[in-house]
């Protein structure tokens, strides 16, 4: 007998789902209504799936691939589907959530990694990520992060010993989310005791809100975003800069984009005004992130949060089930 022989019949919403659990491990019934859009319908539809072993409950309030799905999965997408140890332990549910949280938007999603499946990948290459590094997952190369509201210093300078970690699985740029003003802070006093950061290309320390969440959209799924931004906020006359320290030039003027709150550009700038004294250089940022830039002493130019979603074109879509 085929494989194929006992495989169920599957929908293109089921397919749906079932790369979604791909990506996150398991999902929530909650994941799995917006999928459908029916709330009794689903129920029916996973007991079904989950009578044929293609879907597995997992507690109360999830479901992951069953034995059939594992099977599926690898015939017939050639993924080799490997199970959360303990899915439904409290330090694991907290992790998954925060994964979720981060990835299941429109941006994010296609571009996702998650950091069971990076530390799998790096296990098989013989280089394996330790499993104390807190790395969430990965998308379009850049490692992501999140700092609790209660995160300690000592879990602070532990996260700089992950980051490093993970440039030696040649992933250099990072997108660091915490969750008050109060962890902005203590992060960056954190980093400005380690000293230079070797290895690292990029480093955005953003808030946990949704213009933070709304940033990391940009950075990761809008790639030229920066050159539609500035091309709006100075008109015509904007091309790319031959400094180091910035990214374009504007009727004489170097411009530095800091909307995305980039530790390591910024670190570049303050080298360079160590050499050079003055600079012909104006801050591009968020109205609202003037702060960041104070001790530069450089003009700042600013732009609200709704004109840079418009700028750069962003689809107002906040969780990537919205437009299904």
Same mark, same amino acid.
């Given at each position: 007998?085929s ?10 919403? /089921?397919k ?14 909650d994941m799995a ?6 709330k ?8 079904? !799936?989950?009578? /044929? ?8 309030n999830?479901?992951?691939l ?10 017939e997408? #050639? ?6 140890n ?5 330090e694991?549910?907290y ?6 949280? %981060?990835?299941?938007? @429109? #941006?994010?999603?296609?571009h ?15 280089n ?7 790395? !969430? ?13 209660d ?13 490093? @970690?993970a ?26 005791q380690v ?56 009727q004489?003027?170097?411009? #530095? ?8 550009g910024?670190e570049?700038i ?7 004294g ?12 003037? @702060?960041?830039?104070?001790? !530069? ?5 600013? %732009? ?13 879509n ?7």
């Open positions: 007998m494989i194929k022989s006992y495989m169920p019949q599957i929908t293109e919403r /089921d749906q789902l079932l790369d979604m659990i791909i990506k996150f491990k398991m999902v929530s019934y209504r917006e999928l459908y859009q029916n009794w319908a689903i129920y029916k539809r996973i007991n079904k !799936l989950v009578k /044929d072993g293609m879907l597995k409950k997992v507690g109360r999830h479901i992951t069953g034995q059939v799905g594992i099977s599926f999965v690898n015939f997408w #050639y993924v080799n589907f490997e199970p959360l303990n899915p439904t332990s409290k694991m549910l992790r998954w959530t925060k994964v979720v949280e %981060i990835a299941n938007r @429109e #941006y994010i999603y296609p996702f990694i998650n950091c069971w499946d990076l530390k799998s990948e790096t296990r098989k290459q013989g394996e990520m330790s499993d104390k590094n807190k790395i !969430l997952g990965v998308a379009r190369g850049y490692g992501i992060y999140k700092i609790s509201k995160t300690g210093m000592k879990t602070l300078s532990d996260l700089i010993t992950n980051i490093r @970690e440039t030696s699985h040649n992933i250099y740029d990072f997108i660091v989310f915490c969750e008050t003003p109060e962890k902005i802070r203590d992060f960056l006093q954190v980093v400005e000293g230079k950061l070797m290895n690292i290309r990029r480093l955005h320390i953003l808030p946990y809100t949704e213009s933070g969440l709304k940033i990391m959209d940009t950075i990761i799924g809008i790639p030229d975003w920066k050159d539609k931004v500035v091309k709006v906020v100075y008109s015509d006359g904007v091309k790319a800069s031959s400094k180091n320290y910035a990214e374009y030039e504007w004489g003027k170097e411009i #530095y984009v800091g909307i995305d709150t980039d530790l390591i910024k570049i303050k080298a360079e005004q160590s050499i050079r003055n600079m012909n250089l104006e801050i591009l940022c968020i109205r609202g992130q003037e @702060e960041r830039y104070k001790d !530069l002493n450089l003009p700042v130019k600013t %732009i609200t949060m709704p004109e840079f979603l418009m700028a750069v074109g962003y689809k107002n906040e969780n990537r089930n919205e437009e299904e």
